[in-house]
């Protein structure tokens, strides 16, 4: 299978989606109806019942994963909770996941276009550390229940944009260099090493600026 860029993030930053369920009350009329979960993973998107029926996308109705907005093609009948819609909301919507592609200057959807390896894994890395600071600061640490499991989700994505910004800099050839203490007695040790063999200023690269990689 040839994956898109925006497939292969999906998949290195796990962001399986977390089952919901939505319950709608039809009155013969209305076919427009919004999900509250929104954006929803694009495959599968979700499953539709009504009345107990199961309906058929684009034969019964559409579903727009990023708004969750759900249009039937005939409007059901009247009743009380009759529409179901099973479906997995995502964390990192596929417009988020196009925006990061092309802040490392990649396209979401040319199989053509796929890689290089670092700059995917930064993509993925930046929208981790973005659910990350999502989720650290939307909860209320009084909410004891929901406060934990949202800091212990936090926790995850973080320890996740970690992972795969490791991983980027090592696809990139970018390996971290081992410091010691570079002030006082060990200075020249240190200095003397280190420039010597990568003929880079040891103080520019230790407090990073910025024409130097870390």
């Known amino acids: 299978m040839a994956y898109t860029n925006a497939q ?18 039809g009155n013969g009329a209305t076919t427009d109806y919004f999900l509250s979960g929104a954006p929803l993973l694009a495959s599968p998107a979700a499953l539709v019942y009504v009345a107990g029926v199961l309906k058929t996308i684009a034969t019964d109705y559409t579903l727009d ?13 009247s009743g009380t909770d009759n529409i179901e819609i099973i479906y997995r909301s995502c964390e990192v919507s596929d417009g988020d996941i196009t925006e990061a592609l ?27 550390d973005w659910v990350y ?15 934990l499991s949202r800091s212990q989700a936090a926790t995850a994505w973080k320890d996740r944009a970690s992972t795969l910004f ?49």
């Open 102 to 128: 092309r802040l490392v200057g990649l396209t979401d959807t040319a199989t053509a276009d796929l890689g290089p390896v670092a700059a995917v894994l930064q993509a993925g890395a930046m929208l981790s």
């Open 8 to 25: 292969v993030v999906r998949r290195e930053i796990g962001d399986g989606g977390t089952l919901s369920r939505d319950t709608q009350s």
């Open 65 to 77: 994963v990023e708004t969750g907005r759900l249009v039937f093609v005939v409007a059901p009948a």
């Open 166 to 214: 490791d991983r980027s800099r090592r696809a990139g050839g970018i390996v971290p260099i081992e410091m010691v203490k570079l002030d006082g007695y060990n200075y020249n040790e240190v200095s003397s090493r280190d420039v010597l063999t990568t003929n880079v200023n040891v103080r520019r690269r230790f407090y990073g600026d910025q024409d130097v990689l870390p």
């Open 133 to 147: 600071s999502k989720l650290a600061y939307d909860y209320d640490i009084t909410k004891d229940g929901e406060s």
